[in-house]
């Protein structure tokens, strides 16, 4: 499928609520290069829109001035292509004004959430890629800090299998991950290797 079709897929990123490495429910810092890398990825993919959800006033505003550098300042001359990814990205203060914006944009989206860890009835990449064909709006929610809340993930439709490593280490920076699952589900390479996740 044409990465013009994926345009009804949506991606968030959420630092509230996250949890905190001794398991407190916590904000997380909004990572400037996670909004730059992730936004360039997504654009790469076809993504619709990409949200960047913090209920901190002073973290939408980052986020807003990052946006508007590369949009309409010194940045979107001085590198074009960031203003071109930068195109879909939002800040939005919670995840279900998130939800919101992208059913007004194209429908009620089911909501497909991602961690590190095993969870049972997870589903499997394969799976997922297969439902997507469907056309119906999809928003994958990632989560930064130590994982997302455990009632995001209770609400949401799907939880997406984890990514699994070769070691015993397994910690991967958000915007990896998300490379990652997009390529998995979005990407052009041999489905019969997709199937097998």
Known sequence: MDATHYSNIHLALVHFPVYNKLGEVVVSSVTTLDVHDISRICRTFGVGTFYVITPLKT????????????????????????????????????????????????????????GAKQVPNSIEFGTLRKKLQDGRPTLLVFGTGWGLEKNLIRNADHILQPIEGNARFNHLPVRAAVAIILDRLLGRGDESVTKNF
């Open 59 to 114: 973290q939408q505003q980052l986020v807003e001035k990052l946006i508007e550098h590369w949009m309409k300042g010194h940045g979107a001359q001085y590198n074009p292509t960031r203003k071109e990814a930068l195109l879909k990205t939002k800040v939005m203060k919670s995840l279900d004004a998130a939800v919101a914006d992208a059913t007004q944009q194209s429908g009620t989206p089911r909501v497909v959430v991602t």
